[in-house]
């Protein structure tokens, strides 16, 4: 089993920066990947960033590209989301999920944070 634990959220005006924090635990050596997903009120989930367990590989969202940077602490067990020039689009509960191996599916996710940006 793999936990996952989301913080960082919070409120911030427009222009700002958030850095998210999911820690990791739990078996990861079966962890192929993890992704940051987020959903606001009324909308479908959306991915906004992923990257290997190795760290090798990262990929973004089209709302993501150029704002948004996914890492991994390696030391820490952690995956983080560095967000910055935030828009009030980006309101929403922000979620990360592992995709394990053999499957690679997203099927563990942790509790969600919330990031509201201001006008």
């Known amino acids: 089993q793999v936990q996952l634990v989301e913080s960082g959220g919070g409120l911030v005006q427009a222009g700002g920066s958030l850095r998210l924090s999911c820690a990791v635990s739990g078996r990861t050596f079966n962890i192929y990947a993890m992704s940051w997903f987020r959903q606001a009120p009324g909308k479908e989930r959306e991915s906004v960033a992923s990257?290997?367990?190795?760290?090798?590989?990262?990929g973004y969202g089209d709302s993501a590209k150029g704002r948004f940077t996914i890492s991994r602490d390696f030391a820490n067990t952690a995956v983080y989301l560095q967000m910055n020039s935030l828009k009030p689009e980006d309101t929403a509960v922000y979620y990360c999920?592992?995709?394990?191996?053999?499957?690679?599916?997203?099927?563990?996710w942790g509790q969600g944070t919330q990031v509201t940006v201001s006008s």
């Open positions: 990257i290997t367990w190795s760290g090798g590989s990262t």
């Open positions: 999920a592992a995709a394990q191996i053999p499957s690679r599916d997203y099927d563990t």
